[in-house]
């Protein structure tokens, strides 16, 4: 059972109480019953104690407990996030995932919103679940709220997405946006990083370099011919695309690309040995 909130009336007045409900289990053991008593209070900082200690696995059970019997407390909106957090530290990523987009629902304050939902997006990401991914950053996106490097960081993360979903489409488009949100911001204000924009401009090359491997050789000559010809302008393209990332000075992203370009060489080489003779 559950305890509502009472009211006490004193000569002239109400006064209003408005009490924590607590719930009551009874569980049968043996002859008779054993019976719990718990609130959303208790169970919260329960389970906010064994998080703080480092002991998230500790933490899930009243954190969930709390979900199952108080699902409209209070406590509700920062008990699916804490708990998203002590998923995602125990590698439970689609349900991390799940409890972020929870979370990015019952708060109020537009900043945990956004929050929240870039945690499920990276969340769904590293749960291979490629199109959740791009739904919950579909759904960053299209808000007006965001700062340029938010903007910048979802904006890619949603063109990376759809690349991992394999619909080269809708990755282009996406990640063509993020360099064109930067053309028209970086003569505005100083970027903190190139990060996320260098991941796009790799990942627009990454997308040439999948067509140039999947691109096959095949008889007779005369189709063999128009096959390498098409095989090595997509090469071209890809090679292009990952020296561009270079320019953009980002150290990480342009190690990587620089090793893709000596790799579409030997891509290229292999392609040429395989070919039908």
Not at 95 to 104: R, Y
Request: net charge positive.
């Amino acid at each position: 059972t559950t305890t509502a909130p009472t009211a006490r009336k004193s000569p002239g007045r109400t006064v209003k109480m408005t009490m924590e409900p607590i719930q009551i289990v009874a569980t049968k053991a043996g002859q008779g019953y054993r019976t719990e008593a718990f609130s959303a209070e208790e169970l919260f900082f329960r389970g906010f104690k064994a998080q703080k200690k480092g002991q998230c696995k500790a933490a899930l059970a009243p954190y969930r407990r709390l979900l199952k019997f108080f699902a409209k407390s209070p406590f509700g909106a920062a008990t699916h996030y804490n708990l998203a957090l002590c998923l995602q530290r125990v590698n439970r990523f689609a349900e991390a995932a799940k409890h972020f987009a929870a979370a990015a629902g019952a708060v109020a304050k537009p900043a945990e919103q956004i929050l929240a939902l870039g945690a499920a997006g990276v969340n769904y990401a590293e749960a291979k679940q490629w199109r959740k991914s791009a739904q919950q950053f579909a759904t960053l996106v299209a808000r007006k709220d965001l700062t340029n490097p938010q903007r910048l960081e979802a904006q890619t993360r949603l063109g990376f997405a759809w690349f991992k979903a394999g619909n080269f489409s809708k990755a282009m488009s996406n990640l063509r946006e993020t360099l064109a949100i930067y053309r028209k911001v970086r003569q505005l204000e100083r970027l903190p990083t190139l990060f996320y924009v260098s991941m796009a401009q790799y990942y627009i090359a990454a997308t040439y370099h999948a067509k140039f491997t999947e691109s096959p050789i095949r008889l007779p000559v005369q189709r063999m011919m128009q096959d390498m010809e098409e095989k090595a302008t997509w090469m071209y393209k890809a090679q292009k695309g990952y020296w561009r990332v270079v320019k953009l000075k980002n150290h990480f992203w342009a190690m990587a690309a620089v090793f893709q370009v000596g790799n579409c060489y030997w891509e290229y080489r292999k392609a040429m040995l395989a070919a039908p003779i």
